[in-house]
Each structure stands twice: as structure tokens, then as C-alpha cells.
């Protein structure tokens, strides 16, 4: 059945980096653009950023713009962020989500993976 | 940015209700608006879609409405297995914006 499965979350300080993987199956990955949400704790859902199918395109919030990078390797069907100088704020569960245009809903979520930044 | 407003931020009703939910956008959307349903420690999972079409496999007490800036959330009849978090999604520009969320508990 179809599943993302997110990894790569864990402890990490102040101008630190990690890089988040999602491991995508029971559907054809490269079909689908994939994005990235995440949830600081005790707050709302943040979108984070988008790739299209095969890379071309991709889009950041603001909040993470130059810091971090989406990525995907249709191949392995992966996707990636990788995440640099990272800040307290950027403390969430990061969410692997599914959507099939820019403009449609987010049809398939992960689990999530947590990222704490604390020195 | 398009700022979506979510009310009520939280809401208490009992098994049976029907419950309304509603999300205004700061500025005309279309239909692109989304519902999710989040529960603690689980994924997300979107109930509507363009705000009024029903994802596959939702039950179908569940219906949204709207265009433009004005959007609803409606559960014609509580189960149970409703009690949750709720949010609404633009999908008409990035960057996509969230509601606050509705958090949904048992009266």
C-alpha cells in the first residue's frame, strides 16, 4: 500500500544541519510532485517546500529560503531536504506529503520525523 | 501571503452534533482551498478538496463549501472518531497557507 516514511530527524545545534530523508512506495513516485510541511510543537501546519516530477521546479517559504534544499532521486524513490543553518524556530515535525499539481490538495502525508535545534 | 482565518479555534460538541467550521481567506481564492484532519501523533489526512469535493474513502458527513473568500467545514452528524484537529489549506499560491487549526474535543 502506498507509504512515505520519513528519517533523519534528531538533536542538532544552533547552525547545525541535517538532512531529512522520505522513503516513497506503493505508487509511482515520479508521477508526483512531493513537498515538505512541518509542525512546530503546539502550533499549526507550515508548508515548507515543493519539487515537481522531475526536479524542474521547486519553491521555498520564506522562512526557510537559502537555508534549505529540496531534492529528489526518482530512481530510488526518495525525497530529501536538507536543511542548513538551522535556528530554535525550525524545532517541528517535518512532514513528507504527496500532492499531483501546485495547486491540488496534499493527498498523502508521512508520519513525520521531529527536529529539535537546541544547544 | 494569503492568510487564511480559522474559526472557532476550538470548539466542544457531543456525539450527534452537526458542526461548522469556517476559514477566510485575506484575499479571493477560487475553489482552491483544502480540509485536513489531524489527529495527535498521526498524519494528516485531507477530508475536502476544491473546497467541496469529497477525498475518496471520507465519509460523506462530511461536506465543505465556499468560493472566493468565504469557506465552511461541515459534519452533518459527530462520530466518535472525529474528535481532532481541523484545518483549512489554500492551494492558490504558494506560499500555501494554513488555518490556525479547530480543535475539535468531546462536550
Known amino acids: 500500500q502506498l507509504q512515505l516514511v520519513e528519517s533523519g530527524g534528531g538533536l542538532v545545534k544552533p547552525g547545525g544541519s541535517l538532512r531529512l530523508s522520505c522513503a516513497a512506495s506503493g505508487f509511482t513516485f515520479s508521477d508526483y510532485y512531493m513537498t515538505w510541511i512541518r509542525q512546530a510543537p503546539g502550533k499549526g501546519l507550515e508548508w515548507v517546500s515543493y519539487?515537481?516530477?522531475?526536479?524542474?521546479?521547486?519553491n521555498y517559504a520564506d522562512s526557510v529560503k537559502g537555508r534549505f534544499t529540496i531534492s529528489r532521486d526518482n530512481a530510488k524513490n526518495s525525497l530529501y531536504l536538507q536543511m542548513n543553518s538551522l535556528r530554535a524556530e525550525d524545532t517541528a515535525v517535518f512532514y513528507c506529503?504527496?500532492?499531483?499539481?501546485?495547486?491540488?490538495?496534499?493527498?498523502?502525508w508521512g508520519q513525520g520525523t521531529l527536529v529539535t535545534v537546541s544547544s | 501571503d494569503i492568510q487564511m482565518t480559522q474559526s472557532p479555534s476550538s470548539l466542544s460538541a457531543s456525539v450527534g452534533d452537526r458542526v461548522t467550521i469556517t476559514c477566510r481567506a485575506s484575499?479571493?481564492?477560487?475553489?482552491?482551498v483544502n480540509w485536513y484532519q489531524h489527529k495527535p501523533g498521526k498524519a494528516p489526512e485531507v477530508l475536502i478538496y476544491?473546497?467541496?469535493s469529497l477525498q475518496s474513502g471520507v465519509p460523506s458527513r462530511f461536506s465543505g463549501s465556499g468560493f472566493g473568500t468565504d469557506f465552511t467545514l461541515t459534519i452533518s452528524s459527530l462520530q466518535p472518531e472525529d474528535f481532532a484537529t481541523y484545518y483549512c489549506?489554500?492551494?492558490?499560491?504558494?506560499?500555501?497557507?494554513f488555518g490556525q487549526g479547530t480543535k475539535l474535543d468531546i462536550k
Open positions: 519539487i515537481s516530477h522531475t526536479s524542474t521546479y521547486t
Open positions: 476544491g473546497a467541496s
Open positions: 484575499q479571493s481564492i477560487s475553489s482552491y
Open positions: 489549506q489554500q492551494s492558490y499560491s504558494t506560499p500555501y497557507t
Open positions: 506529503a504527496r500532492i499531483t499539481t501546485p495547486y491540488s490538495q496534499i493527498d498523502y
